[in-house]
């Protein structure tokens, strides 16, 4: 989700007009209605004070990436895998029935 879409989804799900959040957070109509329409870039305070205005917040996560390259880095990938191997529940009795090799 970009700044715009954010905005935009904020200030609907808040029930606010461009007027009521722009006196909500501190700006001009004509601003909010730039930043939802992409026209202008809002920095990064400024979308979150005009989040805060319509009652949300935002959750950011920053992660580090190979540069060029779009995918998660290897750690992350395999924390991940592992996530949604603990959601399937182990086909395997606790005790090992089998003998060891190599004994």
Do not use: C, W
Not at 15 to 26: D, H, I, M, N, P
Request: hydrophobic fraction near 45%; proline fraction near 3%.
């Amino acid at each position: 989700m970009n700044a715009a879409q954010a905005i935009r989804s904020a200030r609907s799900r808040a029930g606010l007009t461009l007027r009521e959040l722009a006196v909500k957070a501190s700006t001009s109509h004509s601003a909010i209605a730039a930043y939802e329409s992409g026209a202008k870039s809002p920095s990064a305070s400024t979308v979150d004070r005009i989040i805060e205005a319509a009652g949300f917040a935002l959750d950011r996560q920053l992660s580090l990436r190979v540069r060029g390259d779009g995918r998660q880095d290897r750690g992350a990938e395999l924390a991940a895998v592992l996530e949604l191997a603990a959601e399937f529940p182990a086909r395997h009795s606790v005790k090992l029935e089998f003998p060891v090799f190599g004994r």
